[in-house]
């Protein structure tokens, strides 16, 4: 038998400081079968909290799948520093809605998504009840956090396009105030990745693009959370948003997880069915980490819980990561810049402001970047490339956006020196006293994204 007394009642304990808990908090819902109820939990601090909407599931039990719910994820996140929003959804069990005869019945996929920006669109409702607490929420900083069917929200309020099977048209539902997300045990691609009775059953869930969910997510994935009545993949589907989506993306995969992750959505939860107090505080940490560190609270924090992660828990759980696709220069252009001799700069000459005169420079294409380097003593362009970092290149017909970077490391020094030689030896302005003097002013750039 699970204990399910002890999984997740520990979870705040090492974090000081008591927290408000307000429900329900009724907000405008117009054109809803249902009175859209919230729950606030936040700390009691001076300090501006952001923001973190959190998403449940369409479990069976009938109070985790509404604000009620996940007691253990929302006291964790509010007592790391966030003001937690708990929308109850249409699907949930305590509405009696899953068998209406409604087309968005029985997930209300549409309606979860808009439930996340409605709470967004009138926070002002929390002015009336909590005034304290509303006028510190940082409004600036959100977050969308879910589970399971809470998490196909989060990923369609991060940009995911599922197909509306109804209409053959993708849904957009992406709401570019939520600048993080976190997306839990979660379903993943349809198509062939369903099985039979689930592509039935629940074919809103037949087709999603991850492709357009571009914020960054944190995604958590157990690796025992097979799901078998939706899925003929295994516990790999619900990775498919880390693997499926653009960086950057993480993915903490729980060792022995199952789809409650160790106990986090309800204390003496009977949908537990891993439970285990070590998995669960492991998720609690991880995630509020990665939250606070996407959101400006801490920078440092993510890294020091993966080095932890690492060094102490690596036998629980591994974090994997995707970095932002980094732009590159064109074949065409990188062509240009080694075979021609028109290769120009502007460096921003202070923060924002780029002058608009280009200046000719020696530079040369090299692993795929472009290296360009000055003779002139205290070059000015120089100066202004690695202090203010960015500016624009002529090259190939355009002028894009880029960013200058010093080239300190001597290896890459030499490697850039017989860059140089190789294209420049016949240039009679050229000269091996012209490397020596200029080798502490040689930059590497690189073009910017749009």
Do not use: C
């Not at 839990?184 to 991850?210: C, E, I, K, S, Y």
């Not at 069915?273 to 959101?295: H, I, M, Y």
């Amino acid at each position: 038998m699970t204990d399910h007394i002890a999984i997740p009642a520990r979870a705040g304990d090492d974090l000081s400081g008591p927290l408000v808990s307000v429900a329900p908090v009724a907000f405008p819902s117009r054109d809803r079968p249902a009175e859209l109820q919230v729950r606030l939990t936040a700390p009691m601090t001076d300090r501006a909290p952001p923001i973190v909407v959190l998403s449940h599931g369409h479990g069976p039990s009938q109070y985790v799948s509404s604000l009620y719910g996940y007691a253990p994820l929302a006291n964790h996140l509010a007592a790391s520093g966030f003001a937690v929003l708990q929308p109850t959804h249409l699907d949930s069990a305590t509405l009696g809605l899953r068998h209406a005869d409604s087309p968005e019945a029985p997930l209300y996929r549409r309606s979860r998504a808009g439930d996340v920006s409605s709470v967004l669109d009138h926070l002002g409702v929390l002015q009336e009840v909590v005034p304290d607490v509303a006028a510190r929420m940082d409004t600036g900083r959100i977050a969308v956090v879910g589970h399971s069917m809470g998490g196909h929200t989060a990923s369609m309020v991060l940009g995911a396009l599922p197909r509306d099977p109804a209409t053959g048209h993708r849904v957009n539902a992406r709401d570019r105030r939520v600048g993080a997300g976190v997306v839990m045990a979660a379903p993943g691609r349809g198509g062939d990745a369903l099985n039979p009775r689930a592509a039935r059953h629940h074919p809103v869930l037949n087709d999603t693009d991850f492709t357009t969910m571009a914020p960054p997510t944190l995604v958590v994935a157990g690796d025992q959370d097979h799901a078998h009545h939706l899925n003929v993949v295994g516990a790999a589907w619900q990775t498919d948003a880390f693997h499926l989506s653009p960086g950057p993306k993480f993915l903490l995969d729980v060792h022995g997880g199952e789809h409650s992750l160790g106990g986090i959505s309800g204390y003496d939860s009977a949908e537990t069915t891993d439970g285990s107090l070590t998995r669960a505080l492991l998720f609690l940490e991880t995630t509020a980490a990665f939250l606070r560190t996407r959101l400006g609270v801490d920078d440092r924090a993510w890294s020091v819980a993966t080095a932890r992660l690492a060094r102490e828990h690596a036998a629980s759980a591994t974090v994997h990561e995707k970095r932002k696709d980094v732009p590159r220069w064109t074949d065409a252009q990188l062509r240009r810049v080694q075979q021609g001799d028109d290769f120009h700069v502007a460096p921003d000459r202070d923060a924002d402001r780029t002058p608009g005169r280009f200046v000719w420079v020696w530079a040369v294409a090299l692993g795929g970047d472009v290296y360009a380097r000055s003779a002139t003593r205290n070059s000015r362009w120089f100066h202004s490339a690695v202090t203010y970092g960015r500016g624009a290149v002529a090259v190939a017909d355009g002028e894009p956006r880029v960013e200058f970077s010093r080239v300190d490391d001597e290896a890459a020094k030499d490697r850039a020196d017989e860059a140089f030689r190789a294209k420049y030896s016949k240039d009679p302005y050229f000269s091996e006293d012209l490397l020596k003097n200029s080798r502490h002013q040689i930059a590497r750039i690189r073009p910017l994204g749009p």
